[in-house]
Each structure stands twice: as C-alpha cells, then as structure tokens.
C-alpha cells in the first residue's frame, strides 16, 4: 500500500478506482483489457480475483487463447499474459480453433486449477468441451481434452459452483440445430474433471450464454437470445433447486435497452464483510471491431420475496471487495437543453427526454452539439454521453429476427467526435450503439478537462460505416476523478 493510500484509508476516503460499464478499461500496463466473456475466480487463499476471458487482437476472429489477468478490487487488472496458448494444428487449440467462453474452477481432490471452456473448429461443427489444467492459478494450463458432454453437443458454455455444497455444473446450449435449442445444467463429478448427470433442461428457449447466481433461498439463472453478437433482451428464471422446477423466464433490464447493449455470461458473488453483493458480468460485443469489445459489469438488486432479479444501471460506482458495500458516484449534469448547436444540429421536442428537449441532426463532423461551462479538475475524468439512437436494428429475438426497416442495414452503432475545448489535435471517439425510439441510455469516456469552470466539450458526427452520424443527445454527466470517492 503507498502511503497516500495508506493516508486516505486513515481519512476514511476510498483509493479504489470506480467501475465504469462499458467504458475502456485498460490494465496495469495501459493496454485494453483483453478478456471477453470469461469468469472471475477467487483464489480462496489469498482473496485475489482473477478474470480469464477470451484474448482477441484486430484482425483475428477465433482461437486467440484464453487470458488472465489479477485484480484486488475488480476495478486496477493487471495480465499474466496468456493461460491457455494456442498451440499451431493442435485438433482443439490451434489457432483457428474457436476457444469460447472459458471458465476456471478449483478441484479440491486434484488440488489443481480446472479450465472448461466451449471447444470448437471455425465452422462450430464439433460443438465439445474442453478442459486444461494447471496447479497455478495464473496458469499456464496444460491441455487435458475435449469431450461431448454426456454425449451431447455444447456451444456457450458457463459453470457454476453450489456454495453450499462445493458441487460445480456445466452449463450449455447444445447449439442451433433444430435438435438442439436446449440449455442444460449437468453436474460434474466430485474432481470437477467430468459430467455426471444432467440436472436439468431449459427446453426449446433458444437461448444461450448461460450463467447462474445464487442466494441463500433461490437459483436464478440469465441467459440471452440468440442475435450473435447483437445484444438483446437478457432473461432469468428462478427456482429454489438446480433440479428446478423453473420459473417462467423474465428480463432483467428495461425493454429496449438491450440489457444495456450487453450479453450475460457470468455472475459473481462479493460476500462482503457487512453485504453480499451480486455482480453481472456482461460482454459488450462490438461485432465491427470485435477486440475492442467492453464489459458491462452491474450490480444485480434480487428480491427473493418477490422472486425477482434486476440489473441496476450506474454509469460510475465504487465497489468495495472487502464490505461488500457498493456506491454509485455521483456527477454533475450537464443538459443538451442548454448546449450550442451548430451546423444541421438542432434542438427538436422530444418527451422523453430531459427539460423535454433532444439535440439531433449530428450528422457530419460539422454539425455539433457544445456543452459549455463545464467544470473540470485537470486530471483524468469518466464523463457519461445520455444518447438516444433510433436506428432500430430490431431485436431478432425470434429466430428469423431482423432490423425494424425494410431492407435496413442493421447497424451495431452510430459514431461521435468528441472534442474537449476546441481544436482538432484530440478527437476522441464515442461509439453510440443502438436502442431504440425514446430509450436513452448512456455510454462513457474518459476526458482530462482543465481545472475549474469554462471547459466545452464538443460533439460532432463520425462515419459509422453507412454515414457520417452521430447519435441524438440528451445529456453528459461528469464524474470527479477516481480515487476521490462517492
Ligand atoms: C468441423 O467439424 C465438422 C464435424 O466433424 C465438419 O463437418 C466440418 O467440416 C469441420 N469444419 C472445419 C472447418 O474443419
Ligand atoms: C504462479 O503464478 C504466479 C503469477 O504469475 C507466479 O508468480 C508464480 O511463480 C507461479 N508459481 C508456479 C509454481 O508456477
Ligand atoms: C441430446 O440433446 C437432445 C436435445 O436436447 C436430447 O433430445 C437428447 O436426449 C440428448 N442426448 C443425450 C445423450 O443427452
Ligand atoms: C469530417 O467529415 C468529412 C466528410 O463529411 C470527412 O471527409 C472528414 O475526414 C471528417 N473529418 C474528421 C476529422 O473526421
């Protein structure tokens, strides 16, 4: 610990930094976080959390490896490079193998890390599970094989260990086909190195990318429809056994969000000192630029009175692994209302929106919205763009699913320039992925603005691929630098 935050916790300041859904994360060494629709596992030693996920770099569509990377608070990661390698022609790891969804697992009889992931070729026709162990948790894991489950097929693959008992199940949609469509939960033995018996089967939901969070009374299990790498409207079902019976299936964030432009994939529990806290892990997919994808990690407020299950949306929050406790951040709004437009930009009715007002036709760098009066602190802050993108892409929830206009293009996203006080030497970019009519939901950057009150910042329209177009905003919201606390 460095001595000011050693000071800090005297003062009773948090030094942890926030997390910020869908924003860049970048590790200890300043690269992107590189790590999508893993797990974390806490090493039950030392109370580290490590995340495994899936390692792409531009340009490559399957088989990067899986990577890991430490953390002490969820928030600062640092990489331990790559704990599964691909291995060139290898039959299940090569590196035109697809290496999907990894999950890590500790075997108490093995006494050795167990990593169980979705093991495929390119054209998803194997459709196995594959396993690799090492006695490290930071790997490297050695290549062990890659199995039918049960005899059966598995695409997205998730795993989950019963608290009470240690016992870990395997879960899986066993792929497309019209045979298939099925998610199961199949136990695995006592070495967590082979199934056993299946558990249950969500018949014929179509649904995929399976993770399931526990409480002290119920199940609930997410997964998401099948739109690739589109997000869509992530369910649950409950139930107070693995065995079920099953609830109906429900969502778990408003309609039209697309559970905040995310999929599910897996959940943590942070038993906390003073609160048990339940986190969803969701990858933000990008399928334009699919290594530049984010993570929308939120907290989940489940009720099991009411036997319901929700994701609470927070742009910034402090997140506390030792008390459990969590703290949204609290920023300064700025309204579109008040902004300048220039260019095509106009301000235009709008009742959703706030004060009523919408800024819109950002279309073309020309055409700008401008925030004055901002106040800043000259060092690095998150600041959250409330947009509005009515491109309708539809959902395709529904097999045979497709965008809401006829012969539309659907499109993952609209484009912005970012420009804080002027000029042209720092543009950032801001990507606005779709929602629908009248849902505004927000997305972020980090901005240094300068100290004190009087600092713009500039939105204009960026090519997307179709157009130059930014998407309509309501407002920004500033957040105070990390480390300086709710
Ligand atoms: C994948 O495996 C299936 C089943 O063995 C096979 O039909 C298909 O050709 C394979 N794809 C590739 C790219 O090897
Ligand atoms: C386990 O991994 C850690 C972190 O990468 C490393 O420092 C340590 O030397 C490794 N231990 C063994 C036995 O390989
Ligand atoms: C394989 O999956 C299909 C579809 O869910 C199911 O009908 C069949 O019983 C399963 N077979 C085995 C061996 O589990
Ligand atoms: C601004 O938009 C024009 C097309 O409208 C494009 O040619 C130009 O490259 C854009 N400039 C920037 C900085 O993106």
Not at 149 to 173: E, I, M, V
Not at 396 to 421: E, F, K, M, T, Y
Request: glycine content about 10%.
């Amino acid at each position: 610990m460095s001595l000011i935050s050693a000071l800090y916790l005297l003062l009773g300041v948090s030094t942890a930094k926030y997390i910020v859904p869908g924003g860049r994360w970048h590790d200890t060494d300043g690269n992107l976080v590189n790590a999508h629709a893993g797990c974390v596992t806490v090493d039950q030693d030392t109370g580290k959390f490590w995340l495994f996920g899936e390692y792409k770099v531009e340009g490559q569509i399957e088989g990067g490896g899986v990577s890991v990377y430490s953390s002490d608070d969820l928030a600062t990661w640092k990489s331990h490079g790559l704990a599964l390698e691909p291995i060139a022609d290898h039959p299940y790891i090569s590196p035109s193998n697809i290496i999907q969804r990894p999950k890590v697992v500790y075997s108490e009889s093995t006494k050795e890390y167990h990593l169980w992931w979705h093991a495929d070729n390119s054209t998803y026709g194997l459709l196995l599970q594959g396993l690799a162990r090492s006695p490290n948790i930071s790997g490297p894991y050695t290549f062990d094989s890659a199995t039918a489950p049960l005899g059966n097929w598995s695409q997205d693959f998730g795993l989950f260990t019963d608290y009470k008992d240690g016992r870990s199940y395997a879960l899986y949609s066993n792929g497309d086909s019209r045979d298939g469509r099925d998610v199961y939960i199949s136990a695995y033995n006592e070495d967590t190195t082979a199934l056993e018996k299946v558990v249950h089967r969500f018949d014929k939901f179509d649904l995929e990318a399976p993770s399931i969070v526990q409480t002290d009374k119920s199940y609930y299990a997410l997964m998401s429809h099948k739109t690739g790498y589109r997000p869509n409207n992530v369910v649950a079902f409950r139930a107070d056994s693995l065995a079920g019976p099953w609830s109906q299936p429900f969502t778990v964030a408003p309609l039209n969000t697309r559970t905040f432009n995310s999929q599910s994939g897996f959940t943590l529990t942070i038993k906390g000192t003073k609160k048990k806290t339940y986190l969803y892990l969701g990858d933000q997919w990008d399928s334009n630029s699919l290594w530049e994808s984010r993570y929308i990690w939120l907290p989940m407020e489940i009720d099991d009175k009411k036997k319901t299950l929700e994701l609470e949306w927070h742009d910034v929050y402090d997140l506390d692994v030792k008390t459990g406790e969590w703290a949204p951040v609290k920023g300064t709004t700025y309204l579109a209302a008040d902004a300048k437009t220039a260019g095509n930009a106009f301000k235009q009715e709008a009742n959703f929106a706030s004060k009523g007002v919408i800024a819109t036709g950002i279309y073309g760098n020309d055409s700008t919205v401008t925030f004055e009066d901002i106040k800043g602190t000259g060092k690095p802050q998150w600041v959250s763009f409330y947009y509005q993108n009515t491109d309708d892409m539809g959902f395709g929830d529904q097999p045979g699913g497709s965008p809401d206009r006829i012969g539309g293009a659907w499109q993952l996203r609209r484009v912005a320039s970012v420009i804080v006080n002027g000029g042209t030497e720092k543009v950032e970019t801001l990507f606005q992925r779709d929602t629908n009519k009248g849902v505004i939901i927000s997305t972020p950057l980090l901005l240094t603005l300068k100290e004190g009150k009087g600092n713009t910042i500039t939105v204009g329209g960026l090519w997307n691929g179709f157009d130059y177009k930014g998407a309509d905003l309501d407002k920004i919201v500033v957040y105070p630098p990390e480390g300086s606390g709710p």
